[in-house]
Antibody, heavy 114, light 107 residues
Framework: QLVESGGGLVRPGGSLRLSCAAS????????MHWVRQVSGGGLVWVSR????????TYAGSVKGRFIISRDNTKNTLYLQMNSLRPEDTAVYYC?????????WGQGTLVTVSS | EIVLTQSPGTLSLSPGERAALSCRAS???????LVWYQQKPGQAPRVLIF???NRATGIPDRFSGSGSGTDFTLTISRLEPEDFAVYYC????????FGGGTKVEIK
């Protein structure tokens, strides 16, 4: 199971850090991803990280503003979101596609508004 | 980047009817990395089918997936009231992309 936290209301230009805690399994053998979904919209990939954190990739819309990281000792994935924009408003999901069956969290809502 | 195009955008059907949802890729996909999801309002996506044709645990056998190459189909043999939802396909063999979704609504 994956459980996200850290979402909330933030002003444009502000920062927020999301967390994704794993339970029932250890994250250290899983590549991890963040996916977001605006209200009424589709699913959009945001970022991914390899098992030891040495390799990260970002969607163009967040590159340079978001940082994905992980702490395998805490079994937790993170997404540091800086310079937030209204268009970053969405539900953010952490997910893994390493196993045969994808694993998703329940999502956390981020609202960027003044 | 592989683009996934789902059709139709909306499917209006009655309970008991058969639904066929299409997912077409801009280039060949490894079938091991093709997934179908169901999503209801306020909920996370739920895995229905993985590896193009394998039902996830607990998924009723009225759901089936088929296809290869660039063309994939999710079929719901007889719609139940709880099946009215949005369905997405996804591939993760070459980066990670999602289709735009098909909404199955009650006619």
């Amino acid at each position: 199971q994956l459980v996200e936290s850290g979402g909330g209301l933030v002003r444009p230009g502000g920062s927020l850090r999301l967390s994704c805690a794993a339970s029932g399994f250890t994250l250290d053998t899983y590549w991890m991803h963040w996916v977001r979904q605006v209200s009424g919209g589709g699913l959009v990939w945001v970022s991914r990280i390899n098992t030891d954190g040495s390799d990260t990739t970002y969607a163009g819309s967040v590159k340079g503003r978001f940082i994905i990281s992980r702490d395998n000792t805490k079994n937790t994935l993170y997404l540091q979101m800086n310079s937030l924009r209204p268009e970053d408003t969405a539900v953010y999901y952490c997910a893994s596609f390493t196993a045969m069956v994808p694993i998703w969290g329940q999502g956390t809502l981020v609202t960027v508004s003044s | 980047e592989i683009v996934l195009t789902q059709s139709p955008g909306t499917l209006s059907l009655s309970p008991g009817e058969r639904a066929a949802l299409s997912c077409r890729a801009s280039q060949d996909i490894n079938i091991n990395y093709l997934v179908w999801y169901q999503q209801k309002p306020g909920q996370a996506p739920r895995v229905l089918i993985f590896g193009a044709s394998n039902r996830a645990t607990g998924i009723p056998d009225r759901f089936s997936g088929s296809g290869s190459g660039t063309d994939f189909t999710l079929t719901i043999s007889r719609l139940e009231p709880e099946d009215f939802a949005v369905y997405y396909c996804q591939q993760y063999g070459d980066s990670l992309t999602f289709g735009g979704g098909t909404k199955v609504e009650i006619k």
